[in-house]
């Protein structure tokens, strides 16, 4: 075990300049939303002052009736104002109802997150060990009295844990800076919007963006040792030759054989992460207009066909890299 921790530390030393590059442009572009939801908050209390209340009209929930929203200020007292015969008589229904589409863009906005750390991991994988053959240092790691299944090893599972906890980590980022938006707003928005936030267990969310995560690892499992495959006997540019590669075969077995089953077949890979996400937030029957699910139940999403079969695909294509890895097949 001690091996394998000191080849993850390794593979740490070499990407860390990537993941910190990454966190700090990420920070900076939320530091510039930041610096919009002030300005906005400006407008927005010019107008308060000036009018003595905002009426938000035709407001819809889901897929419920519409309503009206008076906020008034009196001194330092905030006052809402339910209006319109389909307004629920009880706040605390009526914020519950507004926690759930509120839920839905949290997980939509981290959703957005992993699609663009699992763009990033795609240079990862498909560089991992061609880096390594282009400067000739493959033979120099294969020396030492470590398995090549170390080796290995240490790359596939930097490459997850990279992802999952660079998510993670963005996530948490992309929560807090909004909680320190919605102080930015200031009164008497914060104060409405605080009494929704109040009503979405964050440790709940947390925990159900983990299980997904760990679902989709599962499922990128087989992307990401095909890259890696491709890494070991490309002679350049493997990322464009992995990605570019299947889309080339699946244009010209459609044009040849008149058949888009490569294309179905890798559309299908894809869709689903999507899938998984549709069907476990309750929108799957009902579109984005429906009651969408506060928290759902991906651990489902594990243990099934699908995840069984990305395992053997996976199961394979590790055994394929091993054999090629121990060529040595150089880069010139």
Do not use: C
């Amino acid at each position: 075990m001690k091996p394998l921790m000191v080849l993850l530390k390794r593979e740490w030393l070499e990407w860390q300049k990537v993941v910190i590059g990454t966190i700090l442009v990420v920070t900076f572009l939320n530091l510039l939303a930041l610096l919009s939801v002030a300005r906005g908050s400006s407008w927005f209390h010019d107008k308060l002052e000036r009018e003595g209340h905002i009426n938000m009209q035709d407001i819809q929930i889901n897929d419920g009736d519409a309503f009206d929203l008076d906020i008034r200020m009196h001194g330092d007292d905030v006052e809402f104002y339910l209006e319109g015969e389909d307004a629920d008589n009880d706040i605390n229904v009526a914020l519950d109802k507004a926690s759930r589409p509120l839920a839905f863009g949290l997980r939509f906005g981290m959703q957005g997150i992993f699609l663009f750390v699992l763009f990033l991991s795609l240079f990862y994988f498909s560089d991992a060990i061609y880096k390594e053959r282009a400067d000739n240092s493959t033979l120099f790691y294969r020396s030492l009295p470590i398995s090549d299944h170390y080796l290995l090893g240490s790359k596939i599972g930097a490459g997850l844990i990279g992802v999952i906890g660079l998510t993670l980590f963005l996530s948490l980022e992309y929560l807090l800076f909004l909680r320190i938006a919605v102080l930015v707003w200031g009164a008497p928005l914060n104060t409405m919007a605080a009494a929704v936030f109040s009503r979405i267990s964050y440790v709940s969310l947390l925990w159900d963006w983990f299980s997904y995560l760990i679902y989709a690892a599962i499922r990128m499992a087989p992307l990401a040792l095909f890259l890696m495959l491709v890494g070991t006997y490309v002679k350049g540019r493997p990322l464009l030759i992995g990605i570019g590669g299947p889309i080339l075969l699946s244009i010209s077995w459609a044009i040849i054989f008149k058949s888009g089953a490569l294309f179905v077949t890798i559309g299908k890979f894809f869709w689903g992460f999507n899938l998984a996400l549709i069907e476990q937030w309750g929108i799957k029957d009902h579109g984005l207009n429906g009651d969408a699910l506060q928290y759902g139940n991906p651990w489902d999403y594990i243990f099934n066909l699908d995840t069984l079969l990305a395992i053997v695909v996976s199961a394979l294509l590790y055994y394929a890299l091993w054999q090629v890895y121990r060529k040595n097949i150089p880069t010139g």
